[in-house]
């Protein structure tokens, strides 16, 4: 069964991170210019990790590494929730519901609960 990992496209950074570590090789005398020549430019139109690491299978370390695709996108911090938040979702339903009864006469007041209510997502959003 092949290494799901190996089918990972890769971008420029990692082309020239290999890049470096082949002219480690060469500095260190494994690889001669014209191989160095041969392999640097399949390295550049390399299009996955697989097609990378097949550049240095008879190579010792180093070798490139590569980023997990779980550190590409890292979750976002959660923030502590203030205790006071939990209870205006309750309270706001209650108010849109009183003033429903209330207001039922001129649909159009209407109009200012989501206002009020996208209102007050922005500015609780920017506060964070």
Do not use: C
């Not at 496209?9 to 991170?17: I, N």
């Not at 070798?63 to 203030?82: D, G, I, K, N, V």
């Amino acid at each position: 069964m092949s290494d799901p990992s190996r089918d990972i496209r890769v971008g420029d950074a990692e082309r020239q991170q290999a890049l470096q570590v082949l002219g480690e090789h060469m500095s260190a005398g494994r690889i001669d210019v014209e191989e160095y020549g041969e392999r640097s430019a399949r390295i550049t139109t390399a299009k996955t990790r697989g097609e990378l690491m097949s550049l240095f299978h008879d190579l010792p370390d180093p070798r490139p590494t590569f980023a997990t695709p779980m550190a590409l996108f890292p979750e976002p911090s959660r923030a502590p929730a203030r205790r006071w938040e939990g209870a205006v979702i309750p309270v706001v339903g209650v108010a849109v519901v009183i003033a429903f009864f209330v207001l039922v006469k001129n649909p159009l007041i209407f109009l200012l609960i989501p206002a009020v209510a996208i209102l007050w997502g922005q500015w609780n959003g920017r506060r964070r």
